[in-house]
């Protein structure tokens, strides 16, 4: 299973960005899927998820300017980022859970990072 994440880029204080991340290989299911953020010398920090069912939950700091979606396929996980801030600056992971075959069971994969700089 490979996840590829793109969209992150420069943009300026209060602008937006749409990040994309497309799972391929062998997947029976994919349960969850959400983003992650590691600014420079931090930890990476969970930053928003969706269930296969459609549900969403969010860090507090990104309520309101961040929203998740999934593409129609399901193995798709999209972040819109509206009005953002310097301190979102940070490399952008996505992750799935994700059962291979009918009755195994899930396992986490990451994506390789998109860097998001927000700078003027």
């Known amino acids: 299973v490979q996840l590829q994440a793109s969209g992150g880029g420069l943009v300026q204080p209060g602008g937006s960005l749409r990040l994309s991340c497309a799972a391929s290989?062998?997947?029976?299911?994919?349960?969850?899927m959400g983003w992650y953020r590691q600014a420079p010398g931090k930890q990476r920090e969970w930053v928003a998820h969706?269930?296969?069912?459609?549900?969403?939950n969010y860090v507090d700091f990104v309520k309101g300017r961040f929203t998740i979606s999934r593409g129609n396929a399901k193995n798709t996980v999209y972040l819109q980022m509206d009005s953002l801030k310097p301190e979102d600056t940070a490399v952008y992971y996505c992750n799935a859970e994700v059962v291979a075959a009918f009755m195994n069971p899930s396992y986490d994969y990451w994506g390789q990072g998109t860097l998001v700089t927000v700078s003027s």
């Open positions: 290989g062998s997947i029976f299911r994919i349960n969850t």
């Open positions: 969706i269930t296969s069912s459609g549900w969403i």
